[in-house]
């Protein structure tokens, strides 16, 4: 049986891949930002693949700002980027 994956694309380097190997960010209605590595958060979501490059490219051009229509302090980079390694490093696929 086939089943249909999700594709979604990293808002660094463009490229499509299937949702679980991405590494969703989300912004909350709060006005916080997020990585939703189980990506079931509600809000505006953002997707960049697991590597550090592209985390790295889309902070220094403000892909998440673009994105997420929000703005982010150094310090909320800091914890995503700590969220973010989390993320990479769990190469377990999220149960659902
Ligand atoms: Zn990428």
Same mark, same amino acid.
């Given at each position: 049986?086939? @089943?249909?994956? &999700?594709? @979604?694309? *990293?808002?660094? $380097?463009? /490229?499509?891949?299937?949702?679980? #190997?991405?590494? !969703?960010?989300? @912004?909350?209605?709060?006005?916080?930002?997020? $990585?939703? &590595?189980?990506?079931?958060?509600?809000?505006?979501? %953002?997707?960049? *693949?697991?590597? /550090? %490059? $592209? +985390?790295?490219?889309?902070?220094?051009?403000?892909? +998440? #700002? %673009?994105?997420?229509? $929000? /703005?982010?302090?150094? #310090?909320?980079?800091? !914890?995503? #980027?700590?969220? +973010? /390694?989390? *993320?990479?490093?769990?190469?377990? %696929?999220?149960? @659902?």
């Amino acid at each position: 049986m086939k @089943r249909k994956a &999700p594709k @979604r694309t *990293c808002i660094a $380097c463009g /490229s499509t891949d299937e949702k679980r #190997e991405l590494v !969703r960010f989300v @912004r909350a209605q709060d006005g916080t930002v997020a $990585c939703d &590595p189980g990506g079931k958060k509600a809000g505006r979501g %953002a997707y960049v *693949c697991r590597d /550090s %490059a $592209c +985390f790295e490219r889309a902070r220094s051009k403000h892909l +998440f #700002e %673009a994105r997420l229509r $929000c /703005s982010l302090s150094v #310090e909320d980079y800091e !914890r995503l #980027e700590q969220e +973010f /390694s989390v *993320c990479c490093s769990d190469n377990a %696929a999220p149960t @659902r």
